[in-house]
């Protein structure tokens, strides 16, 4: 019998080492090695091998030319979910492997348990280390979606019989609620722990390819954000989506962080109600507060996440600091980034920022990216400043450079349109964004500007 060995992982990144060190080599993080017994190659035979889950025998691949290579398109597998088809990328991929994870409570479990009673037409295996078969029966009641639905039920954490259950069952889709639960006998360590996760994604990613069968993984987060276990468990996956949201609202965003088969920039929203998710199929709506009166401080942007367009409020307030260092705060929005606006406003234009506190915050939970906002961050804090209300049926979209020039954003065209559709009367957009551009077929008034002086001589005279 092979003589088992220990070794020092990293709870942070996956580093392994023979001894215990004070801080990571590769992720610089302290106090994160703990002993695993990790038993030697030599002894370890694959789960995939000691198992007939998969069924099939193993194929052996062949070197081909790229030029002989027939690609023929993947038939997706299209859920009645609009917003998590979009995020996919059209639907789900036969034989890949996705990974969602989300803080606790955000809605990771009823969203996949709403998906998987959502396809009748298709075999759902939904496996639970972390819930009772009487617990989910509750949700799936709270859902009203389980009357039609082909789910199967399986509470276990071995990936052992989660593999004779599938191959008794032949699904065409499999959940696993969560990756952290899973533990594997070919690895000598507590279910969780850096080599169970790795070893358990190991043995799925295998089962999916082989069987063709795609394969749902629910991941805890780390108090930082990101997923726990090791990080080639994201390298591991096809796909990786992030459930964001505060559990203190209503709204959850669905987002694309890695999408081997889509665009990585696409986002789902969704509102949590008492049966479930409901999808929103027009954000734009409800990321507008509505007010009877103009407010100051209070700006319209038109942003893009990925192909979609949206419009969002931005909300901000400057007033004079009450101690020595003024206060530089941002909800949803870069703080470097806010900080660098209001350098550009104090040394091109000479307001007097420095000795005053400045917080933004961006409504309905979103965390953007898009420079095209710059216009509108801008506007807000000027209106917030001078106390002058910004018109409400105007919007805003360009970035602003270190001089005071507006630069030209992309597709200029989707932004607009949808702000003619929401009924906004004008839209203040890049003067470069003009080149070839028929303002005359949108019913919006389009004002091309090029440096901030015009905003500035537009809206606050």
């Not at 991941?219 to 276990?229: E, M, N, R, Y």
Request: charged share 20%.
């Amino acid at each position: 019998m092979a003589k088992s060995k220990s070794a020092y992982l990293c709870q942070s990144c996956g580093y392994e080492s023979p001894k215990w060190l004070g801080q990571c080599p590769s992720c610089k993080q302290w106090n994160t090695f703990v002993e695993e017994v990790v038993a030697p190659a030599s002894s370890r035979v694959p789960e995939w091998r000691s198992t007939t889950s998969i069924g099939a025998p193993k194929r052996q691949n062949k070197a081909a030319i790229i030029h002989e290579i027939v690609y023929t398109e993947e038939q997706r597998i299209v859920t009645p979910d609009r917003e998590f088809n979009r995020v996919l990328g059209g639907g789900i991929v036969p034989g890949s492997l996705v990974l969602i994870g989300g803080e606790p409570g955000i809605g990771k479990s009823t969203l996949m348990l709403q998906l998987a009673l959502s396809i009748p037409q298709i075999k759902v295996l939904y496996i639970s280390g972390e819930e009772s078969e009487q617990q989910i029966k509750m949700r799936a009641e709270r859902l009203s979606q389980h009357s039609k639905a082909n789910c199967y039920i399986l509470t276990e954490t071995s990936t052992q019989n989660i593999f004779k259950q599938a191959e008794a069952v032949e699904p065409n889709l499999v959940v696993i609620d969560s990756i952290q639960t899973l533990h594997s006998q070919q690895i000598e360590s507590a279910p969780g722990s850096v080599s169970q996760v790795r070893e358990c994604t190991a043995e799925l990613l295998r089962y999916a390819k082989e069987s063709n069968v795609p394969v749902f993984i629910v991941g805890h987060i780390t108090k930082d954000g990101s997923i726990a276990g090791p990080k080639v468990l994201e390298h591991m996956v096809d796909t990786v989506l992030q459930f964001e949201g505060d559990r203190h609202h209503v709204y959850r965003i669905l987002r694309a962080v890695k999408n081997r088969f889509g665009s990585s920039s696409e986002l789902g929203i969704y509102e949590m109600q008492g049966s479930g998710l409901r999808e929103v199929s027009n954000p734009s709506e409800i990321m507008i507060s509505q007010r009877d009166e103009p407010t100051s401080g209070v700006a319209i942007a038109t942003m893009l996440e990925g192909i979609r367009p949206l419009m969002i409020e931005v909300q901000a307030l400057v007033g004079n600091s009450a101690f020595g260092t003024p206060q530089r705060s941002s909800t949803g929005f870069d703080t470097k980034r806010l900080n660098m606006l209001l350098a550009v406003l104090e040394k091109r234009f000479g307001f007097r920022l420095s000795a005053q506190d400045v917080f933004l915050n961006i409504t309905g939970g979103l965390r953007v990216e898009d420079p095209a906002i710059d216009l509108a961050v801008i506007a807000a804090i000027i209106s917030s400043q001078q106390d002058i209300a910004l018109p409400t049926n105007v919007t805003f979209a360009g970035e602003v450079g270190l001089s005071g020039e507006i630069r030209a954003v992309n597709r200029i065209e989707q932004r607009i349109a949808e702000a003619e559709k929401l009924g906004f009367e004008g839209i203040f957009i890049p003067k470069h964004n003009t080149k070839g551009l028929d303002a005359k077929k949108y019913n919006i008034a389009i004002r091309p500007v090029a440096k901030l002086e015009d905003i500035f001589r537009a809206l606050f005279g």
